[in-house]
C-alpha cells in the first residue's frame, strides 16, 4: 500500500487549499476497510490529528479545525481530500495522510502547508 499526498503549498491567512490523497496498489474491497485521515505536525510539536472518515462517510475533526476544514472520501477513486478554508498561520504545518485498521496502519509522505500572515 502506497499513499501519495499532494496539494500543499504557501497561501494567506483567511485564504483556502485542498489536499488530496491517493491510495495506490491497493483493491478496492481492501481500500474500502481502512479508516483514512489526516494528521499534521508542526515544527517542533508533536504530530497529531486533523480529520478522519470512514468507507461510509462518517468524519471526525480536531477541535480546532472544526467548522473550516472539510474531510471527503471518493471511494471510486481510493482518494480522499482535505478542503481547508478560513486558514490561520498556526494551521503551518506538514501534513500527512493515513490508512488505518485494526491490523495495519500506513502513512504517506507529509505534504507542507505554509500560511503567511
Known amino acids: 500500500v502506497q499513499l501519495q499526498a499532494s496539494g500543499g503549498g504557501l497561501v494567506q491567512a483567511g485564504g483556502p487549499l485542498r489536499l488530496s490523497c491517493t491510495a495506490s496498489r491497493m483493491i478496492f474491497s481492501t481500500y474500502v476497510q481502512y479508516v483514512m485521515g489526516w494528521y499534521r505536525q508542526a515544527p517542533g510539536k508533536e504530530r497529531e490529528l486533523v480529520a478522519t472518515?470512514?468507507?461510509?462517510?462518517?468524519?471526525n475533526y480536531a477541535d480546532s479545525v472544526k467548522g473550516r476544514f472539510t474531510i471527503s472520501r471518493d471511494n471510486s477513486k481510493k482518494r480522499i481530500y482535505l478542503q481547508m478554508n478560513s486558514l490561520k498561520p498556526e494551521d503551518t504545518a506538514f501534513y500527512y495522510c493515513?490508512?488505518?485498521?485494526?491490523?495495519?496502519?500506513?502513512w504517506g509522505q507529509g505534504t507542507l502547508v505554509t500560511v503567511s500572515s
Open positions: 472518515i470512514t468507507s461510509s462517510g462518517s468524519a
Open positions: 493515513n490508512a488505518n485498521t485494526e491490523r495495519d496502519d500506513v
